[in-house]
């Protein structure tokens, strides 16, 4: 996977992206597996979107009544106190975070959804492919509904990690989803998609 795209290109594919979107579809959901990378996306976010509601906000004006209940622009760290207790961290049990990605796949305002992937030690065995056959069914059933639903991923880790970082990138873009180097590039792809 190449990932030097000249800036003609970005544009290119950005204003193909947000051309298919429809009126309704105005949202950009984070579902993130730590708080630093949902914190990164939100920095970023926020200087094409305005405010971002969180568990973790960076504003407290921001924070979310209900973590379990996105509103408006919203990015959750699923490594949250109120997320973890009595279950494993979502880097190793990816079951919340999946739930949470079928409701934001569902939900017809919803344009982007943000996931980042993390491997190494300790983290589960192979998340691309737990989360690829959801990105392909829920952009079908999107796609039958007169609805296009971006999923901008990126994976962090190495080729060393014993879930090869290039191993689970291609297993997410054969699923339809835009994978980015970086979560801070995968951002702020969905903040130019949004306000093309």
């Not at 014993?162 to 191993?167: D, E, V, W």
């Amino acid at each position: 996977i190449s990932f030097v795209i000249p800036e003609k290109e970005i544009k290119k594919i950005v204003k193909q992206e947000a051309k298919l979107l429809n009126k309704e579809q105005k949202y950009i959901r984070g579902l993130f597996s730590g708080g630093t990378l949902c914190y990164e996306s939100m920095l970023i976010l926020k200087d094409f979107v305005g405010d971002i509601y969180s568990n973790t906000p960076l504003n407290k004006n921001m924070k979310l009544k209900d973590p379990y209940k996105s509103y408006k622009h919203t990015c959750i760290d699923l490594g949250g106190d109120e997320f973890t207790i009595g279950r494993a961290h979502p880097m190793i049990d990816t079951t919340l975070r999946e739930e949470m990605f079928e409701k934001e796949a569902l939900d017809p305002e919803v344009a982007i959804i943000l996931l980042d992937i993390v491997i190494g030690f300790g983290a589960h065995s192979n998340p691309a492919e737990v989360f690829a056959p959801k990105i392909k069914e829920y952009k079908l059933k999107a796609e039958k509904e007169g609805r296009h639903l971006i999923i901008i991923a990126s994976v962090c880790g190495v080729e060393e990690d014993p879930q090869n970082l290039k191993k689970q990138q291609r297993i997410l873009k054969e699923s339809g989803a835009i994978v980015m180097p970086s979560n801070a590039t995968a951002a702020r792809w969905a903040g130019m998609i949004m306000t093309f």
